[in-house]
């Protein structure tokens, strides 16, 4: 039977569907306010959808201080947060490995820890667009109550800026959905999202140097179960 392997802590998790499920939401409401239609229906002299999507939006705003309090006693999280962040000499080899493959070559994926480049990249250009949106939208938010406290010039500036990082959002978003929910190969990944735990046999072939960090550290009994443990 195959064993399973703890991935991912509870309250990484948190802070993982705590982020994803209201920025999917502003994406998708936010999406929305270029159809006319939408954009117009009114609820109590405010127009509905930019209504929610500011009181989401400021949600939003204020969650990463709770969030990282909550994460920050657990270790494990901890190292996660700070391993997506940091290079390792693998790293290159899966840039080497990614471009083979975008070019269609017949290449082995390389021996990786527990986050490969990809997934790096992915976390810091989030990270990036995030302020951006939050730094944005809270201009925008102040602007949705009061006209009075910005100027409309300023404002006139930075609503593009807001649509434009929303835009470059959407494909990096949906290339991670594909890749953690659909691609064949990488969606056992989120089981690890999901229920903290993947096939042991998948984290050997996907972050085999990982696995044998947690091997060697904590010893095979502790990093490995019977799949029917996590049931």
Avoid at 11 to 20: D, E, N, S, T, V
Avoid at 134 to 162: C, D, I, Q, Y
């Amino acid at each position: 039977m195959d064993a399973a392997i703890t991935r991912f802590s509870r309250r990484f998790r948190l802070l993982h569907w705590a982020h994803a499920i209201p920025f999917l939401f502003l994406l998708i409401s936010g999406l929305s306010l270029f159809i006319p239609p939408l954009k117009a229906l009114h609820v109590g002299g405010f127009r509905l959808v930019p209504l929610l999507h500011v009181i989401v939006g400021i949600a939003f705003i204020l969650s990463p201080l709770p969030l990282f309090v909550a994460v920050r006693s657990d270790a494990v999280a901890t190292a996660d947060l700070r391993s997506l962040y940091r290079l390792r000499p693998e790293d290159r080899a899966w840039a080497r490995y990614a471009l083979g493959a975008v070019l269609g070559a017949r290449v082995r994926l390389p021996l990786m820890g527990k986050f490969n480049l990809g997934q790096k990249a992915n976390a810091l250009f989030t990270v990036v667009v995030t302020v951006g949106l939050m730094a944005s939208g809270a201009v925008l938010a102040v602007n949705f109550f009061s006209k009075r406290v910005l100027s409309a010039a300023f404002v006139e500036h930075v609503f593009p800026v807001h649509d434009l990082l929303m835009l470059l959002a959407l494909p990096v978003l949906v290339a991670h959905v594909y890749l953690g929910s659909l691609n064949p190969s990488t969606r056992e990944s989120l089981r690890g999202m999901t229920h903290g735990w993947v096939r042991r046999t998948w984290a050997r072939e996907h972050h085999a140097l990982w696995v044998k960090e947690l091997e060697a550290s904590e010893g095979d009994t502790v990093a490995g179960r019977s799949l029917d443990s996590f049931h």
